[in-house]
């Protein structure tokens, strides 16, 4: 099943990486994946696979242990992990982010003491940034970081926080009043803090509540959860990058790659999707013959490989952009649209492929099903990218009349 989704120009490391793990993915998620997510059960075994393969390192430089890959590699690999199971691909990607936040703006110290051990997978990432009243207006935050000595104190509350509660570092966007007079620009008197605790629920550290998971209609698995800061005393340096106020660019910069990861996440679970639907339409007989003998079968899987071949060559064309240096937040934004966007139609095209079947639990694509939407809402919905592209067409394609 590779004819669908190939990347050209991938050096030898590359593609022996992707191997590995597709490999991975066939024998240790796929058989699994729908027994755990019906249950909500954290993939513990796999984790620890993913460990040994060294992917919770994997974009992370070699200075500090990891295998300093290409955004381009991390992508594939988040690709082929959630043709096997979406929730496992969550499970790395806001480790991921953090990892990409440290590396790019942490101070020599914080990346020393959290890199390394980030890329054996020993501290794990989660990054929060949603509050209970708010998700797509950022800027709206309220949680606060207040300076107290050598200290800052947070308040406040957070909402959806995956990996909430297995994580041990989370990077916290909070406003901060110090050194930015009221009346600055919400964006410029924000920061990111980052808060090391214990995995686990309840008070993992004083002034800090994981409450519980949050019971969600897919993406099971991995915990999704509140984060409730009561008086958190937090030192000065763990603010992200030794500076206040830059916390809102940094965060955006690590959303940023993560918007290309949500569209390998997409183009994944579409590919699941198709090969499950060519399957089973080559199987089921109605009228005298296989379904897929029937044009509209036909055309409905042409449809939807079609979908699959465009929503990976975007995907790679957007991490291929930032690998460049160039700046990607366009084909990034556009990525992620088209990728979530036609997942959900690849993944309904074959549960109608699948007829009454489809609505058993038995059945795989049952689980794809729910899983779908959560792409639409992750790392800024539709209509967010929507806005992010519109701009800067207007940017690009200026009236100079
Ligand atoms: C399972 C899951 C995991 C998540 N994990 C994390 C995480 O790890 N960290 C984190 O910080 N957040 C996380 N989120 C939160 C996620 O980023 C937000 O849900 C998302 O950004 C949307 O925000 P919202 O839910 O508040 O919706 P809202 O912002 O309230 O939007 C509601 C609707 O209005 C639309 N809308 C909003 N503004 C506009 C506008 N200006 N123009 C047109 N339409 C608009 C939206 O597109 C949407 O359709 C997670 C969410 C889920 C469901």
Redesign the pocket.
């Known amino acids: 099943m590779t004819r669908l989704a190939q990347t050209a120009g991938l050096n030898d490391v590359q593609q022996e990486i992707l191997s590995t793990v597709r490999d991975f993915v066939d024998k240790e998620i796929i058989p699994v994946a729908t027994r755990l997510e019906h249950r909500d059960e954290y993939p513990t075994e796999i984790v620890e696979g993913l460990k040994e393969l060294g992917l919770f390192g994997l974009m992370i430089p070699e200075e500090y242990g990891g295998l300093g890959e290409s955004l381009l590699t991390y992508a594939l690999c988040v690709e082929e992990i959630a043709r096997g199971w979406m929730s496992v691909s969550g499970i790395i990607n ?1 480790h991921f982010i953090v990892a990409y936040m440290l590396k790019q703006h942490g101070t020599q110290e914080q990346k020393d003491t959290f890199l390394p051990r980030m890329a054996l997978g020993e501290v794990r990432g ?5 509050e209970p009243a ?4 950022v800027a709206a935050i309220t949680s606060k970081g207040v300076k107290d000595g050598d200290e800052y104190v947070l308040n406040g509350q957070k909402m ?3 990996n909430g509660g297995t994580s041990s570092l989370v990077a916290v966007l909070c406003r901060s009043d110090e050194g930015h007079p009221e009346g600055t620009a919400p964006h410029k008197s924000m920061t990111t803090f980052l808060v090391e605790k214990e995995p686990g629920f309840g008070e993992v550290r004083p002034g800090l509540t994981i409450p519980g998971k949050i019971d ?1 209609m897919g ?1 099971k698995g991995v915990d ?1 959860t509140e984060l409730i800061m009561d008086g958190l005393r937090i030192p000065a340096n763990r603010v992200l990058g030794g500076t206040t106020g830059r916390g809102f660019y940094q965060m955006m910069d690590g959303v940023e790659v993560g918007r290309v990861n949500v569209a390998a996440r997409g183009c994944g679970v579409a590919q699941r999707a198709f090969e499950l639907g060519v399957a089973y339409a080559q199987q089921r007989h109605t009228f005298g013959k296989p379904i897929a003998q029937h044009q509209a079968i036909q055309f409905k899987l042409a449809e939807m490989a079609t979908k699959v071949e465009a929503a990976h060559a975007m995907m790679v064309n957007a991490a291929r952009k930032k690998d460049s240096g160039e700046r990607n937040d366009l084909e990034a934004g556009m990525a992620k649209y088209l990728a979530s966007e036609y997942c959900k139609e690849v993944v309904e095209d074959a549960f109608r492929i699948h007829g009454g079947y489809g609505f058993s639990k038995e059945y795989e694509i049952e689980r794809l099903y729910r899983e779908a939407p ?1 792409l639409l ?8 990218q929507k ?1 992010i592209i519109g701009r800067r067409l207007l940017e690009e394609y200026r009236f100079q009349g």
Request: net charge negative; no cysteine; aromatic share 12%.
């Open positions: 806001t989660a990054f929060s940034m949603s708010l998700g797509s207006d959806w926080l995956t969600k993406y999704t959560m809402i992750g790392e800024g919905t539709a209509e967010i806005m």
